[in-house]
């Protein structure tokens, strides 16, 4: 059970180019998220989605693109990378939303991201 | 900001000692939930702690809740140098849907 997969695991990029990064879970879960990591900040959401088909803004959604067509993928897209986007990305998916419900997110193992 | 708070954001023990972390939070929650990072990995779920709920254990860890104070801790006790990573609280607000919200964590290091 490979729980939540994201490719690539690093990715160097120049600044104005683009690139999108795949989310894989093999859980069934319903809701996805997009989280980038900065020293000092924690994680911050970006995007999440409540299932196939939707999408939504986190806290930090400019500059980015999200797509979920298929019930087990979350893409991030980047449509023309900025210095400030340097950062390590998490994709997370839960059964449920978390509020209501008493359920646990499941992360992948990251993406490190560096736009020179 | 309505996301966790935590503190300290870093703590060096020596191994053997017990490890505290302290969470607070802004507004009503229904549960909250503690994760842990090694260097260079993803966030592991280690223990949910539900609104009506004031003490929960799993194994060496410990969290409280108090909701009146707004407030959470976890404790590990009797730490091994295999402890050393990141702590993160989190919850999920109501005016917030149904996102999960982290703090910026507590950087534990336990010394061999």
């Known amino acids: 059970n490979a729980g939540v997969t994201q490719t690539p695991k690093f990715r160097v990029l120049k600044t104005g180019q683009s690139m999108t990064l795949l989310c894989a879970q093999d859980m069934n879960h319903e809701y996805m998220y997009w989280y980038r990591q900065d020293p000092g900040m924690g994680l911050r959401l970006i995007h999440y989605?409540?299932?196939?088909?939707?999408?939504a803004k986190g806290e930090v959604p400019d500059g980015y693109n999200v797509s979920r067509l298929k019930k087990q993928n979350f893409l991030l897209g980047l449509e023309s990378a900025a210095p400030s986007q340097t950062s390590v990305y998490f994709c997370a998916s839960s059964s449920t939303g978390f509020f209501y419900m008493n359920t646990e997110a499941f992360f992948g193992q990251g993406t490190r991201l560096t736009v020179v | 900001s309505q996301q966790g708070e935590e503190d300290p954001q870093a703590l060096s023990i020596q191994e053997g000692e017990n490890a505290t972390m302290n969470c607070s939070y802004k507004?009503?929650?229904?549960?909250l939930q503690w994760y842990r990072q090694n260097s260079g990995r993803g966030l592991v779920h280690l223990i949910l702690i539900r609104s009506n709920e004031r003490e929960k254990h799993s194994g060496r860890l410990r969290v409280t809740l108090d909701t009146s104070k707004k407030s959470s801790s976890l404790l590990i006790t009797a730490s091994r140098a295999a402890d050393t990573a990141s702590y993160f609280c989190a919850t999920a607000f109501y005016n917030q849907g149904g996102k999960l919200i982290f703090g910026q964590g507590t950087e534990l290091s336990v010394k061999p």
């Open positions: 989605s409540v299932g196939e088909g939707t999408t």
């Open positions: 507004t009503s929650i229904n549960n």
